[in-house]
């Protein structure tokens, strides 16, 4: 396997060090190959709200797992899991089950094509909506431009579709839409920018998108891949109080899976095939394996009125006052962004940036530092510092306690202020 792993970010590359091999896991920890013990806020990068091997999930996976591992025809398990999503989502009405989160957003970006007859696609600089060629894009020179390739592969007639924009640029994102709506198939744009540090979005800026999709007969797709059922029922789609034409799934609908989804109204879903002319397709789509974990998954979190999700709230405030605390005491001028039970890190001086451009090159520097200090002392974050931390409802007080006591030790280590 290239550099030992099977996609990249799990190689350490950018914090060094080699990574860690887990051997088992559950709860808030795994272990890995060489024994050792670590509290978990990496998490499969989001799926696992439940922490580890949560036992509903996993006996509804073995259950599942006796009665077939596929069929490639339709079952049971499908249509449970697609009434639960759907009667906890207003506004949607059908939902496609594939593989991935990549696969999802390819699907309903083409389907979008498909139901506007138009090639060209919107999409913000730092939001991360998966492999799809023409989704691997960067930004030329100048504010509202055609992407080129940001990988080896990716032709340029593909990147040449996407337009990419700056987040947090309401006049930008306007003025684009004023002179090319007509040609935009699709927005696109994660429901909270989580893959390259936590960007929260503004009112303004989300209604924005929306407002001006609905005028140019553009579709606004919602790449809640990260946010769905992890921010609440109704992701960040309901944080912010909007309807997108078309939204996304992967990670929690999944509960550890390979699962993605996408869905929306009616009279757009019916345009996939066999119904309409959008081909989209998948033998291990639904697989029944997979469905009972993404159903056993958002049960727990439905029961009890959402509690669970008022808990992860919980949890994430005290991690996030706990190592802001860390940071004050030790004057360093660093912010931590958080929404709901995700966190990020922003070490650098001043507000906490909402776009890309304005995350400070030399961050990623003082966080390979942290990560491995905080490694030494069995708490382990995600190896980049552009990702984000997860917390699930297996951690406790306990364990938040004693990871910002870690924090605390790790710093007093690097130097305090110096770093
Ligand atoms: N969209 C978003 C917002 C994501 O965060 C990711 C993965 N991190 C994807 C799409 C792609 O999902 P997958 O890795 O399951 O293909």
Not at 95 to 102: A, K, L, Q
Not at 235 to 251: C, E, M, N, Q, S
Not at 397 to 407: G, K, R, Y
Request: hydrophobic letters at 45%.
């Amino acid at each position: 396997m290239p550099a030992g792993v099977n996609s990249p970010v799990r190689a350490f590359g950018s914090v060094g060090g080699q990574p860690l091999f887990y051997d088992r896991a559950s709860g808030c920890c795994f272990h890995d190959a060489d024994g050792r013990k670590f509290v978990d806020y990496v998490n499969s990068w989001g799926p696992l709200i439940l922490g580890h091997a949560h036992p509903s999930v996993v006996e509804a996976v073995k259950t599942a797992a006796g009665k077939g591992m596929s069929y490639g025809a339709p079952c049971a398990g499908e249509v449970e899991l697609a009434e639960l999503v759907v009667d906890t989502v207003p506004f949607l009405e059908m939902i496609r089950f594939v593989s991935s989160g990549t696969e999802a957003v390819m699907s309903a970006v083409r389907l979008a094509r498909g139901i506007t007859g138009r090639d060209a696609i919107v999409k913000f600089t730092g939001c991360y909506h998966g492999h799809a060629d023409y989704l691997l894009v960067a930004a030329g020179s100048g504010l509202a431009t055609f992407g080129t390739p940001s990988s080896a592969g990716v032709p340029a007639s593909s990147a040449g579709h996407t337009l990419l924009l700056p987040l947090d640029d309401e006049t930008a994102f306007r003025t684009l839409m004023a002179e090319h709506g007509s040609e935009i198939a699709a927005v696109i744009i994660e429901g909270i920018p989580a893959n390259n540090g936590l960007l929260p979005q503004s009112q303004a800026f989300v209604d924005a998108l929306s407002e001006e999709c609905t005028r140019h007969g553009a579709m606004l797709i919602f790449d809640e891949v990260i946010t769905g059922f992890r921010l609440g029922p109704q992701g960040a789609a309901g944080h912010y109080g909007i309807i997108p034409d078309l939204v996304t799934y992967g990670k929690v609908i999944g509960g550890g899976m390979p699962v993605g989804a996408y869905g929306g109204k009616r009279e757009h879903m019916e345009r996939l095939a066999p119904l309409g002319p959008v081909y989209q397709a998948g033998t291990l789509s639904g697989n029944p394996v997979a469905m009972a974990a993404g159903t056993a998954t958002l049960r727990e979190l439905l029961a009890h009125d959402g509690h669970a999700w008022k808990r992860l709230d919980a949890l994430g405030a005290r991690l996030e006052n706990g190592i802001r605390d860390v940071f004050a005491a030790h004057d360093l001028p660093w912010s931590v962004v958080r929404r709901g039970s995700i966190l990020w890190m922003a070490l650098q001086e001043g507000p906490a940036p909402v776009t890309a451009e304005a995350i400070d090159a030399d961050a990623a520097d003082r966080y390979a530092k942290l990560h491995s200090a905080l490694l030494d002392r069995s708490v382990y974050l995600a190896p980049s510092a552009y990702e984000v931390a997860f917390v699930s409802t297996a951690h406790d007080e306990t364990v938040i306690d004693q990871t910002i006591e870690a924090f605390g030790e790790a710093i007093e280590e690097i130097g305090g202020q110096n770093f």
